[in-house]
């Protein structure tokens, strides 16, 4: 079947983005499809590559960005919640006029048309939040 | 049209369970997710409150009850106790899922 997922909450907040992390990884060991993940509000901030969170704690960014890299998933963040919130690629950061960019690899910027397709697209939408 | 609500709230801290409870319909299943699994501590008010709704299965998630210390002599009963998989299972095999957010 195939899955959207969208995560509405920052990392080490509650545990939504722990949640959605897991499910994803069931979802794909059973075979099932995840069409997209998308990051709205806070979720944003789960893709941002400066975290440090301390060595004998889950890095939940980088579990997303690895889990990327090994099943091509499609992780998304809103580009109206990432602006509000200092989340920039390499393209925003120039457009803003910024001096830095911090996307995480794996993540790419884009905007709400991304959810409303996802919605269309997959037989289920699950929502993972505060 | 069964539909698969899920409830990642305490039923100590916000009102998602009652909200929820007052929607689903019979035939529909709640999973209690993180905080959500609160509600199958025996004997607590929402316990009870789930033991009185009929026609509407109630899961939860095994993980996040582990991590709080609910054991199967603290569950109430009638309560499913499904791992990360059996989630999944319950959104595919349901036609819709709601997030009690």
Request: charged share 25%; with cysteine.
């Amino acid at each position: 079947m195939k899955l959207g997922i969208v995560v509405n909450e920052g990392p080490y907040t509650h545990e939504a983005s722990d949640t959605a992390y897991n499910f994803v990884v069931a979802a794909l060991e059973k075979g099932h499809e995840i069409f997209r993940v998308f990051f709205y509000h806070d979720g944003v901030n789960n893709a941002t590559r400066l975290t440090v969170p301390p060595q004998d704690d889950r890095n939940i960014q980088q579990k997303w960005t690895d889990l990327q890299a090994k099943h091509d998933l499609d992780l998304v963040v809103c580009i109206a919640a990432a602006q509000r919130r200092g989340i920039l690629d390499e393209n925003e950061m120039k457009r803003q006029g910024k001096d830095a960019y911090n996307i995480a690899p794996g993540f790419r910027i884009s905007g709400l048309g991304q959810l409303i397709e996802a919605g269309i697209q997959c037989d289920r939408l699950v929502t993972f939040g505060d | 049209m069964a539909m698969l609500h899920i409830v990642n709230k305490s039923p100590y801290e916000k009102g998602a369970l009652e909200s929820c409870l007052n929607h689903a319909l019979e035939g529909d299943t709640v999973i209690l997710i993180e905080d959500g699994v609160y509600a199958c501590v025996k004997g607590g008010r929402a316990a009870n409150a789930l033991a009185s709704v009929k026609g509407i299965r109630f899961a939860a998630l095994s993980a996040d009850l582990k991590a709080r210390g609910i054991g199967e002599d603290k569950m109430t009963e009638g309560v499913d106790v499904v791992d990360y998989g059996g989630f999944v299972d319950l959104v595919t095999s349901c036609d819709k899922t709601e997030s009690w957010l």
